[in-house]
């Protein structure tokens, strides 16, 4: 599908009874949403920092997203927002997908840890030029990434061809009624029709579960602000429950990747702490754990702590586990314009941005450690370069 340069959808039609049936209105802004091209207005977002940090001389980010935004756009804007940074570690991780900033190349992979049932995330990364034969962990990579583009379909089919259980579920949990359920029905056949109408010339990059959020919220004007709210509250909840039920026989397993990792020379981080917490019982070989980001800060002390233990008990030999904190930035949010609906938390976070390092509670714990900013991007770029 030929687009203008990220085209806007068009007036929107007074507020009226919304059907299934797919109109102009639909069609604009969908083409506006699936566009993966920044206009000027997009790009002054990019390249205004949300928050500048005039003092922080050193910049540990190794869990942040850039989506559709070019890098050389993101490395402007992290060199305006530290304008006193001297050290630095930055490495994307995108979802299922290796990119590359400066040296280092990263990935955050999903996983399945058989001794956990459940699907996890790993943090993949290396020294770029490591990657040059690594035929088996892309085959892999290319596998698992996948399965985010089937599970959008799953949860709109969950909804259009219902799942009577999973959405009793999803509405019980939400507070929703009939109406709701029914107002979110005719959002995701509109949706449905318009992934199937262009399945062939749009990027693959745009097929997503925040393609559903970002689609209703378009049609707020005929929703009305109340009632799209309420059907992203029930969304949500359908999505989670598509999330859990998704067959975790479909992925790699953890050590699978962590051996493959390993095999060339990477380095291997758990995220998501407060999801992933007890993955610190088994012995995985891993350089570190995120002890916070902006959704899960719990447990920051508490895992602070677990990992000095397991430092003052390793062998000789044995690398120390790292501590490390993750902004978790999605950088397509930065190109939308702050609107209601949209989510101030995600909104707010910035590449590098890791307010706990400097917090004075927490940073009696990273003493005890022997651990912050400089001393982890040293260790752990000692071990990618190794």
Not at 93 to 116: A, I, K, W
Not at 260 to 270: F, K, P, T
Not at 292 to 305: A, G
């Amino acid at each position: 599908m030929k687009r203008e340069q990220h085209r806007q959808p068009a007036e929107a039609p007074a507020p009226e009874t919304l059907t299934a049936d797919v109109t102009e209105f639909d069609e604009r802004l969908f083409a506006a949403l699936v566009d993966t091209s920044l206009d000027a207005e997009a790009e002054r977002r990019i390249l205004t920092p949300g928050a500048v940090q005039p003092a922080q001389d050193s910049v540990l980010a190794v869990h942040w997203h850039p989506e559709h935004v070019p890098l050389p756009l993101i490395k402007q804007r992290i060199e305006a927002s530290y304008p006193a940074m001297r050290k630095s570690l930055i490495i994307p991780t995108q979802h299922n997908v290796l990119m590359e900033y400066g040296p280092y190349t990263g990935v955050e992979v999903d996983c399945y840890s058989r001794g956990f049932n459940q699907k996890v995330q790993l943090l993949l990364h290396f020294r770029t030029e490591k990657l040059r034969d690594a035929h088996v962990l892309k085959s892999m990579l290319a596998h698992t990434h996948a399965y985010r583009s089937s599970q959008l379909i799953d949860y709109l089919t969950t909804v259009t061809k219902p799942d009577e259980e999973r959405l009793a579920h999803a509405a019980k949990e939400s507070g929703s009624d009939e109406t709701v359920v029914a107002l979110a029905r005719i959002c995701c056949l509109k949706l449905e029709a318009l992934l199937e109408r262009h399945a062939g010339d749009m990027s693959v990059d745009a097929i997503k579960n925040k393609l559903v959020r970002n689609f209703v919220d378009g049609l707020r004007p005929l929703l009305g602000d109340a009632a799209a709210n309420r059907v992203q509250v029930f969304l949500k909840e359908v999505k989670a429950v598509v999330k859990t039920q998704f067959p975790l026989t479909y992925f790699y397993r953890t050590t699978e990747f962590i051996e493959e990792v390993r095999g060339i020379g990477g380095g291997v981080v758990i995220p998501h702490p407060e999801q992933f917490w007890p993955i610190l019982l088994a012995s995985y070989d891993v350089d570190g754990y995120e002890v916070w980001n902006p959704q899960s800060q719990r447990y920051t002390e508490f895992l602070i702590s677990v990992l000095y233990e397991k430092n003052r008990r390793r062998g000789n030999g044995e690398r120390r586990m790292l501590v490390f904190m993750g902004d978790d930035t999605h950088m397509g949010e930065k190109t939308l314009p702050v609107r209601s609906g949209t989510d101030p938390n995600k909104a707010r976070r910035e590449i590098g941005l890791q307010p706990a390092w400097d917090d004075l509670s927490i940073g009696k714990k990273l003493i005890v450690a022997d651990m912050d900013r400089a001393r982890v991007i040293e260790e752990y770029s000692a071990r990618l370069d190794g």
